[in-house]
């Protein structure tokens, strides 16, 4: 038993031939990502001052045309570095830190949720909750509110409106704006600063190749 656990251990890190794929794969999956929330704030950008300035209806953060002009560029340029995978480590750093703010000002009195769970006894939230833990039982609370909603959005659709075009890309749902997208891109870029941009398709690694032949990178 023994002596097959280690082979099929020996066979699991032959596979590892093929590591670069997976730091690739974060890059490819964060850059488009980046690019377009930088783009979208770039292409209104009076607008993104003003959101994050009003203390109203928007973020009321100090020197808002500052704060969204490091905010634009960051992503902007930091999705085209990942993209290429020049400089990873380091531009994952104020990427990161973008996100904690997001996740800080935007995101958190929504709790983890992006899309609001319609339906308690398949919520992920569930599990916790048996734990007893307080925000979880919120939340299986919240998820019966949604679904009570969601399910008369669909009748006063089925009634008043064609449902059948109105769902034809996609079924309806309640935006949430819980922390769970901006966590998961910061669990990513911590992964690309920690690991780097992997081997042969990135510049990152042709640079230091060059700098010191053999390194790891």
Do not use: C
């Not at 928007?58 to 045309?65: E, K, N, V, Y």
């Not at 992503?75 to 531009?91: A, Q, S």
């Not at 995101?107 to 919520?123: D, Q």
């Amino acid at each position: 038993m023994l002596a097959l656990m280690n082979k099929i251990h020996q066979t699991l890190n032959t596979t590892r031939v093929a590591d670069f794929l997976a730091p690739l794969a974060l890059r490819l999956f964060l850059a488009p990502v980046m690019i377009s929330a930088g783009y979208n704030k770039a292409m209104s950008f009076e607008s993104t001052v003003a959101w994050f300035g009003n203390p109203d209806w928007g973020l009321g953060l100090p020197f808002p045309a500052l704060l969204a002009f490091l905010a634009t560029a960051t992503e902007l340029v930091g999705g085209v570095l990942l993209l290429i995978g020049l400089f990873t480590r380091y531009v994952s750093i104020p990427l990161m830190f973008t996100m904690i703010v997001a996740m800080a000002t935007v995101h958190w009195p929504h709790g983890w949720f992006a899309i609001a769970p319609a339906n308690p006894a398949t919520s992920t939230a569930l599990p916790l909750a048996k734990l007893g833990i307080p925000a979880a039982h919120a939340s299986l609370k919240n998820s019966e509110e949604v679904g009570k909603r969601l399910s008369r959005a669909k009748e006063i659709l089925r009634e008043n409106g064609n449902y059948a075009w109105l769902t034809e890309k996609g079924s309806l749902v309640i935006l949430n704006n819980g922390i769970e997208f901006a966590m998961t891109y910061f669990i990513m870029l911590l992964v690309l600063f920690f690991q780097g941009a992997g081997r042969f398709l990135s510049v990152d690694y042709w640079i230091e190749r060059r700098l010191a032949p053999g390194a790891n990178v």
